[in-house]
């Protein structure tokens, strides 16, 4: 079984600029989560989808935004870039069967590096 | 805001036990702890998961004291291949932005 995929694997984008990250979960996993991983900050959780829903969110600025869609693949997207949203993105997905169970087994992708010039 | 916090780093020779701990707020009683291997260049790989007392897997063992304000993961007999950094993930199960990973532990494993 394929694993999760992230598009691109590197970008380079200047302050200002918006940016858009896809993500393909593992086939049969519902729930995609993203993560931010910085040297300073460390592994900061993004927001989480179920079913094309919304269902969690860190606390990160209204910038950042995101998606998933009917096949489960997500996209997040990073409007007015600034110096410091440089960073590896992490997407996890995993095998939530039912919109309420709980389980943080996640399968990571191996991320976008973004870098803001 | 939750702060969850790891020693920087461990070396341990290869064939010991290691315990890596995590420190964070007292947890609830039905609040997860999980934890993540990753290796350079790669995204977090899951080892295990567990809101009890103890944990056990293939793999590894997680350990959660009566006052839940750590959590432990146990490595027994490591290997080379072992040398990572390792993440503490907590998740709340109440209110909004409720996970937080732990500042990493870089484990190096000598031969």
């Known amino acids: 079984k394929a694993g999760v995929t992230q598009t691109p694997r590197y970008l380079i984008k200047t302050r200002g600029q918006q940016v858009t990250l896809s993500c393909s979960p593992i086939s049969g996993h519902r729930s995609v989560s993203w993560y931010q991983q910085t040297p300073g900050q460390g592994l900061q959780f993004l927001f989480e989808?179920?079913?094309?829903?919304?269902?969690n969110k860190g606390n990160f600025p209204g910038r950042f935004s995101g998606r998933q869609f009917s096949n489960s693949r997500s996209e997040m997207n990073v409007s007015t870039l600034e110096l410091g949203d440089s960073a590896l993105y992490l997407c996890?997905?995993?095998?939530?069967?039912?919109?309420?169970?709980?389980?943080?087994?996640?399968?990571f992708g191996p991320g976008t590096r973004l870098t803001v010039t | 805001l939750a702060k969850t916090t790891q020693p920087i780093s461990m070396d341990s020779y290869e064939g010991q036990e290691v315990n890596i701990t995590c420190s964070h707020n007292n947890i609830a009683t039905n609040d997860y702890i999980t934890w993540y291997q990753q290796f350079p260049s790669q995204g977090p790989r899951f080892i295990i998961q567990g809101y009890k007392t103890k944990v056990t897997n293939e793999v590894a063992s997680l350990f959660i004291p009566a006052d839940r304000k750590s959590s432990t993961l146990s490595l027994p007999r490591v290997s080379l291949s072992d040398t990572a950094v390792y993440y503490c993930?907590?998740?709340?199960?109440?209110?909004?932005?409720?996970?937080?990973f732990g500042t990493g532990t870089r484990l190096t494993v000598i031969p």
């Open positions: 996890a997905s995993s095998l939530a069967l039912m919109s309420g169970e709980i389980t943080y087994e996640q399968y």
């Open positions: 993930l907590v998740a709340f199960q109440t209110g909004a932005n409720n996970l937080f």
């Open positions: 989808y179920f079913s094309e829903t919304q269902r």
